[in-house]
């Protein structure tokens, strides 16, 4: 079955601390990648996409993710978080062909303390 | 950039009546467009895929006479929730695809109902 994994349930940082957010998926076929924040209160925004081509991608806000083929991940990385980055981070991932939905993982709160 | 709108933002209906959401493509069309719940504090979860001018596909456990779907036009999508209960308040997400970019979608801001 098609599944988006997030490993970290919640992180807790203080500012300038480097992130890394893990997320693994498992899907039979060619997929596209997704990373979506949602600040409290806001609707879903898109931090960055993968599709093709070079594995690391990056983002809105100093975000970046790098994809690994082999270890079906797609981790997100910030060097330097800010308290304004506390949001609640979510992986996606859907088939490489139009009109497919989009499969969710369960989320990672970040809290960033100041 | 693409634009998805949804209303109302927010509803509180008795137990027993019915509501109806709309999804609306603002600047694009869109052939496709998904609707999905979220629980508070948890992921979203895909409840069907709305395709325009056809039958609605719902997802494994979503009672298609409980959450009707109609996506009549190339830019809107309406879910109906009838009779509702209190275990259907939710938050209430659409996306939509935008045919010129088939594989990205962009969502709608949701919708709260809340059902007393």
């Known amino acids: 079955a098609q599944s988006v994994s997030q490993h970290n349930h919640h992180v807790i940082l203080s500012e300038a601390a480097s992130l890394e957010l893990g997320c693994n998926y498992s899907y039979g076929g060619t997929v596209n990648l997704f990373w979506y924040v949602q600040y409290p209160g806001q609707h879903l925004q898109l931090l960055l996409k993968y599709f093709s081509g070079d594995p690391l991608v990056k983002g809105i806000k100093g975000f970046e993710a790098e994809f690994i083929k082999s270890k079906f991940s797609f981790n997100l990385r910030k060097p330097s978080v800010q308290w304004s980055d506390t949001a609640e981070y979510f992986c996606?991932?859907?088939?490489?062909?139009?009109?497919?939905?989009?499969?969710f993982g369960k989320g990672t709160t970040l809290s960033v303390s100041s | 950039g693409a634009v998805v709108s949804q209303h109302p933002s927010w509803v509180i209906c008795k137990s027993g009546t019915s509501v109806k959401i709309e999804c609306r493509s603002l600047?694009?069309?869109?052939?496709?467009m998904f609707w999905y719940r979220q629980f508070p504090k948890q992921s979203l979860m895909l409840m069907a895929t709305?395709?325009?001018?056809?039958?609605?596909?719902?997802e494994q456990g979503v009672e298609k006479d409980k959450f009707l779907i109609n996506h009549a036009s190339l830019t809107l999508s309406t879910l109906t929730v009838t009779s509702a209960h209190p275990e259907d308040s939710s938050f209430y997400i659409c996306?939509?695809?935008?045919?010129?970019?088939?594989?990205?979608?962009?969502f709608g801001p949701g919708t709260r109902l809340t059902v007393t």
């Open positions: 996306s939509a695809i935008d045919q010129r970019v088939a594989y990205e979608q962009y």
């Open positions: 709305s395709n325009e001018g056809s039958k609605a596909t719902y």
């Open positions: 600047d694009f069309q869109a052939t496709t």
């Open positions: 996606a991932v859907n088939a490489n062909q139009a009109g497919t939905a989009l499969i």
